[in-house]
């Protein structure tokens, strides 16, 4: 089987050696307080350690996606993303940037205003019905998520007949949308901490290697969630050895690309899973 890619701006990017894509956020509320970079300078820094770190893509987000975050407006969300853009574009014009949104016109504006290479929708498309068609006039790369409901309400809808099989046909059916309408590069999230109960992630977890199934590039995003603080103990800032534990299975058991508060850390995994399985 061939290695993975995905087109950047026309270059192939090889997952061929999982990529850490490091987390940007320029909101007040994400659930962990060091993400949150809203001044230039913490901008600056935090781009600069993504990249000294070893961090290939830098996922930029604009709203808050944890279970009781506020609604903010489009025109809020493009404010923030556009003053972190900007700075960006000035400074790093060659980074490879995936913005986190749901939202179709954020998207396009992102894109055709900044050069943003990657389009991270949590919604797989089900909040904006014109996000799958504006990702395929774009032409770029589309993270696909699972979640049902809303950021709001996501924990309402956590009751499963079978979980992994519903799952896998959500993939199943999104995918071949995505690909009727001439998407050409598709990277599946199963969406760690939406929807889903601790105990269900877990679950998840466990069935990771399902998803190869698709042949997709896979995405896995547990940075310092609630399914490691609420099962171990403690907050989310003393989550990182058990995020480092679930990155480690999860890159032995297909992960592509881990999406990271801790992007040293992250890349030391990637490092020694490695150098553990180079032979096999």
Do not use: W
């Amino acid at each position: 089987m061939a290695d993975k890619t995905l087109n950047i701006k026309g270059e192939l990017l090889s997952l061929a050696k999982p990529l850490v894509m490091g987390i940007l956020n320029v909101t007040p509320d994400s659930f962990y307080a060091a993400s949150r970079k809203q001044t230039e300078t913490a901008i600056e820094e935090r781009i600069q350690t993504i990249l000294r770190e070893g961090g290939k893509i830098i996922d930029l987000g604009g709203y808050s996606s944890r279970p009781d975050a506020e609604e903010v407006s489009a025109e809020e969300e493009m404010n923030r993303l556009s003053f972190a853009l900007e700075k960006i574009n000035r400074h790093y014009p060659d980074l490879i940037i995936s913005v986190d949104t749901f939202r179709a016109e954020v998207a396009r504006q992102c894109v055709e205003k900044y050069g943003v290479a990657i389009i991270n929708d949590i919604s797989g498309g089900q909040i904006d019905p014109l996000m799958f068609s504006t990702v395929a006039q774009l032409q770029v790369p589309y993270i696909l998520m699972h979640m049902l409901g809303t950021p709001q309400t996501m924990q309402e809808y956590t009751q499963y007949t079978d979980m992994q099989e519903e799952i896998m046909l959500y993939f199943a059916e999104k995918v071949r949308q995505l690909h009727q309408l001439g998407v050409k590069d598709i990277i599946l999230d199963p969406g760690f901490g939406f929807s889903k109960t601790t105990d269900q992630n877990y679950e998840l977890m466990s069935n990771l290697k399902e998803f190869q199934a698709f042949n997709l590039p896979l995405l896995v995003g547990i940075s310092r969630k609630s399914m490691l603080y609420k099962f171990l103990g403690g907050t989310p800032t003393e989550s990182l050895n058990g995020t480092t534990v679930l990155h480690t299975y999860s890159l032995l058991n297909g992960a592509n690309i881990l999406r990271v508060h801790d992007v040293k850390e992250a890349v030391e995994a990637v490092t020694l899973v490695e150098k553990l399985t180079v032979n096999e």
